[in-house]
């Protein structure tokens, strides 16, 4: 699969873990750094990763920082995106199965290397169900692109 990978400053050390392990298990992954401990802003990465999921670039995202949230909730900004923290593999698995999510979000202060080769691999190893669940991924989809609020 295509990944785009991007970390901030503390997901650095996790990220080049998960870039290792996904490279090894045969996936295209395309770096977006961050590309060492400096500080910098989550945000930017992010959006970097959530961009290319978007536009076809990326079959998935992976995005890192201390606690995954940061990133999630910047990703999930861009039209399209799905975007899941998880710090368990069935958590991964159900983002998955049921809400199609196509980022998945790790937390790099809170999640060993280990948990988080076991998250990727029930978040990639996992088809949406789709079903009823599809009706309520579209609904998600159209917050905020179709609304009537304030007519
Ligand atoms: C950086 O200190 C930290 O805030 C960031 O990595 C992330 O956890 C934010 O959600």
């Not at 961050?34 to 400096?38: A, V």
């Given at each position: 699969m295509r990944i785009h990978l991007g970390s901030d400053h503390a997901g650095f050390a996790l990220k080049e873990r998960v870039k290792a392990y996904m490279q090894a298990e045969g996936h295209a992954v395309t770096d977006v750094g961050?590309?060492?401990?400096?500080s910098v802003d989550y945000p930017v990465y992010a959006h970097a990763v959530a961009r290319a999921v978007a536009d076809g670039e990326a079959d998935f995202g992976v995005l890192v920082c201390g606690t995954g949230l940061g990133m999630a909730i910047a990703a999930n900004k861009v039209r399209g995106v799905r975007a899941a923290q998880a710090t368990s593999p069935e958590f991964a698995r159900m983002a998955r199965l049921h809400?199609?999510?196509?980022v998945v979000a790790l937390a790099g202060r809170y999640t060993d290397a280990a948990t988080a080769e076991s998250i990727l691999d029930a978040f990639l190893g996992t088809a949406f169900e789709g079903g009823r669940h599809q009706r309520r991924v579209d609904m998600m989809d159209a917050i905020g692109h179709d609304e009537t609020e304030g007519e």
């Open positions: 961050t590309f060492d401990e400096g809400n199609d999510a196509n």
